[in-house]
């Protein structure tokens, strides 16, 4: 993968989207999008097929809800 490809799909991946411009090709975008799908699906279908899974994020996702709204009341 060139260098320009890769630094594409970590733009992409920390939510800096940025096609046609930083050097980053439009025309290579949907081959960039694709090869950053795949690589999400292979390295996180496992654990997020995890019997525990949905559980332990609808809690995490509780707990984060409940500590934000609780801070907001502290100021």
Known sequence: ???TAL???ILI????VVFGYQGIDEREKDDLLND???S???RTLHY???P???GKYVL???QTYRKRKTSYQNV
């Open 40 to 42: 999400f699906i292979k």
């Open 52 to 54: 525990d899974f949905p």
């Open 7 to 9: 630094l594409a799909i």
């Open 60 to 62: 995490k996702e509780f």
């Open 36 to 38: 950053l799908m795949d």
């Open 13 to 16: 991946a920390i939510g800096i």
């Open 48 to 50: 997020l097929s995890l």
């Open 1 to 3: 993968m060139r260098t």
